[in-house]
């Protein structure tokens, strides 16, 4: 009996105790759910909250923009995003769709003179504060554009995209500018201030803008080279525009590093003083030097000579360069277009008065062009006084056709013809002389050559199969390369070199082309 109450009592105590248990999870459970409740609560208050802010901010925002965009558009407000394109152009001023046109023509902007554009990029992580926005501004050419896209051209683009990296977006905001009456341009590498007037050629590629912004490049495109212009300072603003004022310029010269080289850049030459330098197979490294009166007189009345003197460093038989000069206005002789240049393997020496030349008082390019490997040389310009001529460079002039100088061609009171040279002998020695040049000499059988060659060289002594002149074989494949390589004119037909100077005789519109024909040297004018 007793167990069993104990049993039933041990019972009951479970039950109660289960019982509390469960009314205490179950307490448990509606305090938590009212605390989630609670917290869900907060957070769509918060969330509420929250979106009330940014409501009330955007419209801040959006207000405070509205007063920007009437302020900078004075009274006229666009302020749209579109696609960026590129289009090939000059100038600073870009093409948007006729929407645009019907947006600002309804307020009015037409009646205010020129409109122009502040552009800025828009990244897709904008929001976030991780790209750095770029700024230039621009004019408008014509209302011609696609629907929700800008075409731009490479002036502008290269301002908003340096790096390629490009977003296709660009907010497009209308902006009056003031008229600049400041700028300060700085190229980025040596060469632009050695163009004639160059100021002159400034002046013509501002006529392309309608606006300058401060940190923005300015291309200025002369003489097939691009120069580059940083715009350092403006007056009166930041950003201003260039259309019908006149605006003082100060260029600086350039920050170049030592011992670096343009393609655009002219290396002053001092006269009689060497200057050492490399050039890379394909490229060009330019130098200028001037002649005063003085010379230029003194080469008139036939009293000095004028060389410009290329000598390959010694033992570089890996390299080769050439030699183009030019009288300024142009500025960088090439291998089509220059008016003295000598071709030569090894040493090159070019007189700028041979034939009887003067110079005018002037400044003078010389173009050393990398023909082959990497070559190191030294340049001179040296003017040689007629009188002071050595009798060696005198015969080296004289002697062109080996073997003359030793016999005549004229037939002499007492003289003999050698069977083998042709030349006329003095009639004591006629015997003597034919058994020598018989052992010893030949003559080339090429039609029109005639030159008297020692047997041992005639393997050197070659003619072009093109042209007929004589060569030494080393110098044979760059003269097929120079004279005879195929060149493809603008339009479309393919010609060599000499052909192409005929055709440009003919039908070019250049005051001065040059490209070299039999004696390496034309001028051709018009």
Known sequence: MDFELRAAKEKLEREQ?????????????????REEARRQQEALDAERQARRIEAIQSALAESQQEEEDLVAGNGIRFNTTLHAIRYQGYGDKIKLP?????????????DKGPMFFELSTVDQNEMEGFTEQKTTHTGVLEFTATDSFAEIPPQVWQNLFPDNNHS????????????????KLQPEVLGFSD??????????????????????????????????????ELKPSS???????DIEVDIIEPSVVAG??????????VLGKLEMGIVEEGNYNYYKFSIDNNIANATANREMNI??????????????????????????PTQHQYQWSSHDVGTKIVSLTEGGLSLAADTYSVGVFGFKGTSKYKIIIECQSVQLETMGQKLGKASVIAGKSAASSQPGADSEQCQNCKQFIPTRTIALHEAYCRRHNVVCQHKGCGVILRKDEVGKHVHCLKCGR???????????KVFHEPLHCRCGEVLEKEEMVRKFILSCDSSIFCLPLAHDKLQVLR
């Open 239 to 245: 950003s201003v525009s260039v259309l019908e004022t």
């Open 470 to 480: 004589p060569f030494q074989q080393e110098e044979m494949e760059k003269h097929m």
């Open 98 to 110: 006729p929407s645009s046109f019907d947006k600002l023509s309804t307020q009015g902007a037409l």
């Open 195 to 232: 163009i004639p007037n160059h100021r002159a050629v400034l002046e013509t590629t501002l006529r392309q803008h309608a606006t300058l912004s401060e940190g923005d490049i300015l291309i200025v495109h002369h003489g097939g080279i691009d120069y580059r212009l940083r715009v350092l």
């Open 260 to 269: 670096t080289m343009s393609q655009g850049m002219l290396i002053p030459l």
């Open 307 to 332: 060389l410009v003197k290329l000598v390959l460093a010694n033992g570089d038989t890996l390299g080769d360069a050439d030699l183009y000069i030019s009288r300024h206005p142009l500025l960088f």
């Open 17 to 33: 105790k289960e019982r509390k248990e469960k009314a205490r999870i179950k307490i448990e459970r509606e305090r938590k759910a």
């Open 168 to 183: 296709p977006l660009i907010r497009v905001r209308y902006v009056r500018l003031p008229k600049g009456t400041y700028a």
